[in-house]
């Protein structure tokens, strides 16, 4: 490159040069901003940090500029033209003089997801202030969506992102909301596997208990499983146990199954737009391949894994056959589904509601316990508490408009 080919050196904004914050306060409309920068360029002035918000028709556009060249004179000339500006528009202007940029973010960034039903005043302030009590500071909030929950997101620096969650997993519990902290990055965009659990978190039914009405033993079935998901019982044992109540089952059974089960709301929107966002998207259930290859089929799901009841002669043996799908399995199919994805363990996120799903909840970059039983909710890194599946999608940061956008078109 030749010297006429050089490009101007960069100014950089020092801690003791003059800046000044142009605050804009009124009612939006179209070319507010455009307008306001239109005025400043007359002064020759350079932009050292916008932020704009605009809440219930009403904007808030502030500007960080450097000081115009020529003292006091122009930076009054300067004042002068945008109050007269703002003052044609029917908007309020404020600028401040001080000196620098905005003072560094601290050490430790992390993002703060809070879903509320509704979303309290009171839980918000108590949610501020213990990250505030952990020496973070919030940069920034925004919403992520209005419903079917309210969703909003904090930009938190100073604190660390373990030490942050751990405290903010308290508050939350006290004040019923649910909380999601994340260490803020580009992995966060890069998490590109989902693997959850099938059975009241997919879908809203047991399988194996839709399974046990047709034999006529459900109850006895359902409290077997109930122990089970609590931690109660060995889960291959009580497998066994329930499945051997199925024997003699006709093999058309299957098919009435599978009519009868039933997506969890959101349930739908989520993989759709997971997809859409370049997402794969796997199950795996300590349920039966009868039901999870067919969700597989009708979901578009890049990975299932369950157990399979054995069929002989057109009737269910009673039996299980092959690798046994349990607790450990679970974790262990999450690495395998993230090898053959390409995906780092710690890019994936996992979701569940039982016990069994707890070593695949903690194997996973972010685990999510999906209307859990207690001693998931406290062993997960965050809960959602709420019956719509979609509602993950604001922890991963993906906001309402994206996902209504994602789901626009086929």
């Not at 115009?68 to 004179?73: D, L, S, Y």
């Not at 920034?140 to 209005?146: E, G, H, I, S, Y």
């Not at 998931?376 to 509602?391: I, K, Q, S």
């Amino acid at each position: 490159m030749s010297a006429s080919q050089t490009p101007p050196a960069t100014a950089v904004t020092g801690d003791d040069d003059p800046t000044l914050l142009v605050k804009i306060f009124g009612k939006d409309r179209p070319g507010i901003t455009a307008g306001l920068f239109d005025t400043l360029a007359a002064f020759a002035v350079d932009v050292v940090d916008i932020e704009q918000v605009v809440t219930r028709g009403r904007i808030t556009l502030c500007a960080l500029v450097t000081a115009p060249a020529g003292g006091g004179t122009m930076e009054g000339e300067l004042r002068a033209t945008v109050h007269s500006w703002a003052d044609s528009l029917h908007l309020q202007a404020e600028i401040i003089s001080g000196r620098g940029d905005n003072r560094p973010r601290g050490v430790g960034r992390s993002h703060v997801t809070v879903l509320g039903h509704p979303l309290t005043a009171e839980s918000t302030a108590a949610i501020a202030a213990r990250i505030t009590g952990t020496g973070g500071n919030i940069d920034r909030v925004f919403r992520l969506a209005k419903y079917p929950v309210t969703a909003v997101e904090f930009a938190v620096s100073g604190t660390e992102t373990e030490s942050l969650r751990t405290a903010l997993a308290i508050e939350a519990a006290a004040r019923g909301v649910d909380v999601a902290v994340v260490a803020a990055g580009l992995q966060r965009r890069a998490q590109r596997l989902i693997v959850m659990d099938v059975d009241s978190t997919l879908i809203t039914d047991e399988v194996i208990e839709l399974f046990a009405a047709h034999a006529g033993c459900e109850a006895e079935v359902a409290e077997v499983t109930a122990r089970a998901m609590r931690g109660e019982l060995d889960f291959e044992q009580s497998l066994h146990a329930r499945v051997a109540l199925l024997k003699g089952l006709d093999e058309s059974v299957v098919d009435k199954v599978r009519a009868e089960v039933r997506l969890t709301p959101g349930a739908r929107t989520l993989i759709k737009t997971l997809k859409r966002l370049g997402y794969q998207v796997g199950v795996v259930s300590g349920g039966f391949t009868q039901v999870t290859d067919d969700l597989r089929e009708r979901l578009g799901l890049d990975f299932a894994s369950a157990n399979t009841l054995e069929i002989a002669d057109g009737k269910l043996t009673g039996r299980v056959t092959g690798e046994i799908v349990d607790r450990a399995g679970k974790a262990r199919l999450l690495q395998r589904f993230a090898a053959e994805a390409g995906v780092p363990l710690a890019q994936t996120v996992a979701i569940g509601d039982g016990a069994n799903d707890l070593d695949m909840l903690n194997a996973a970059g972010l685990g999510i316990a999906f209307n859990a039983k207690p001693v998931v909710r406290e062993a997960a890194h965050t809960a959602v508490n709420v019956p719509f599946l979609d509602t993950v999608l604001y922890l991963l940061g993906v906001t309402r408009e994206e996902v209504e956008a994602a789901n626009t078109h086929e």
